[in-house]
């Protein structure tokens, strides 16, 4: 995505959460959990507890953005909760990620191709 280039910072937020929640719930979850800025131009990234979705939150200085993946039969390789809630990412750890490549282990998700 040429949208996500020279990003200040990449985090992961490792729990699940909740995909009811929007913009405000997501924002909540990265100021009182994390306790980080949500509008310094950082990117955030939320799992469901099926780890078949992402939701990407970030502030570009008019607004904030929010962007949803979807898999259509894999699974994002998600990295395990531990004390730490949330893990920063490279920029090219993130471009993995959304491209369908383990983060850690850097093997891609088997494509799929509709005819």
Request: glycine share 6%; net charge positive; with cysteine.
């Amino acid at each position: 995505m040429l949208m996500f280039r020279k990003l200040p910072c990449v985090y992961l937020h490792r729990a699940p959460v909740d995909f009811r929640q929007s913009i405000n719930g997501l924002a909540v979850i990265v100021e009182q959990q994390l306790s980080l800025s949500a509008t310094d131009g950082s990117v955030f990234v939320f799992c469901n507890k099926a780890r078949d979705k992402l939701k990407i939150l970030y502030w570009d200085n008019t607004g904030f953005a929010l962007w949803y993946k979807r898999l259509e039969q894999a699974k994002f390789k998600w990295p395990s909760q531990s004390e730490d809630e949330c893990m920063r990412l490279s920029e090219q750890q993130f471009h993995w990620l959304l491209s369908g490549f383990d983060v850690l282990g850097h093997r891609p998700v088997k494509g799929l191709s509709y005819s």
